[in-house]
């Protein structure tokens, strides 16, 4: 199994302000993982440390294409598909590009299309928009659509690339339940398939992650929490001591749910 990220006591640290700490971690093909932790325990900073968008003060990231600081990170982030409100928003002032462009642009790791994609790439953009259940919306304009289409136009967009790795940055913020589960099912489908990427999903609330995803990785105050199979990392004490809230887990269908049953734990 080929090994797509490696982190060896990683450390960085922003204006003085300490962001991950001492931190190890790696991520293999096809183990699909899930990133856990509160609001800034340090997972978006994780993901931003693979994309070479913050460096390691301490520590080194290594990525199947090698160790960051020798090798080319535009390359890198071509093979790398992202889903995150981050992204979304460099799209919103961008009327005129259509859910199509969007999800071609993929392909380019840009905003926009500067050049004439291959006709291989254009039939995996239309391919990924029908997987997505959104080609109806394909010359629509993106800023038109609804939050849960746009999601799903994103992750049409992440599949264009013909990524190795995809980053889901909490992608089922704003949708409805409705949403969610369309969202969800036509990911566990597309996963299926073995020229899938491996997912890293970025989420605050378990019950969205699919079942394929078998690993999870909690985060907490810049540091590991615990790190594992999620039978073994999901438990009640450590989504409790995770979330600083007590409850427990109770799985569906391979899907973890928290149920919290108590005051904040102090
Ligand atoms: N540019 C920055 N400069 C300094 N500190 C930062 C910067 N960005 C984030 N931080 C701090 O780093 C820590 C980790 O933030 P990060 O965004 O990685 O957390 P997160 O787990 O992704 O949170 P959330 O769930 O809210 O997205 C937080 O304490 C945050 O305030």
């Not at 300490?18 to 509160?38: C, I, K, P």
């Not at 799209?91 to 071609?104: I, K, M, S």
């Not at 010359?139 to 992440?158: F, H, N, T, W």
């Amino acid at each position: 199994m080929e090994r797509l990220v490696d982190m060896n006591n990683v450390s960085v640290r922003t204006n003085g302000r300490v962001r991950l700490e001492n931190v190890s971690f790696s991520l293999n093909q096809g183990e699909h993982r899930a990133l856990l932790g509160l609001n800034g325990s340090g997972k978006t900073t994780l993901l931003q440390a693979i994309l070479g968008q913050v460096w390691a003060t301490e520590g080194e990231v290594h990525t199947w294409f090698g160790r960051h600081g020798r090798v080319n990170m535009q390359d890198l982030r071509r093979e790398i598909g992202i889903v995150s409100n981050a992204l979304d928003d460099q799209y919103q002032h961008r009327a005129g590009e259509t859910a199509f462009n969007v999800a071609l642009s993929g392909y380019f790791a840009s905003i926009g299309i500067y050049e004439q994609a291959p006709e291989r790439i254009t039939a995996r953009a239309e391919n990924a928009l029908h997987t997505f259940g959104v080609s109806q919306y394909r010359d629509v304009p993106y800023v038109a659509l609804s939050q849960g289409e746009k999601r799903r136009v994103m992750l049409a967009r992440a599949w264009t690339t013909g990524a190795k790795l995809l980053l889901l940055d909490e992608p089922c913020t704003g949708l409805d339940v409705k949403g969610r589960e369309e969202l969800i099912e036509g990911l566990e489908a597309s996963l299926k398939s073995p020229e899938a990427p491996t997912v890293l999903y970025v989420t605050h609330h378990l019950e969205e992650l699919p079942g394929a995803v078998e690993a999870a990785t909690i985060m907490k105050n810049g540091r590991v929490q615990a790190d594992g199979k999620k039978e073994h990392v999901l438990t009640d004490e450590e989504i409790s001591t995770a979330f600083d809230v007590s409850g427990s887990i109770q799985w569906h269908e391979q899907r973890p749910w928290f149920i919290t049953g108590g005051a904040p734990i102090r």
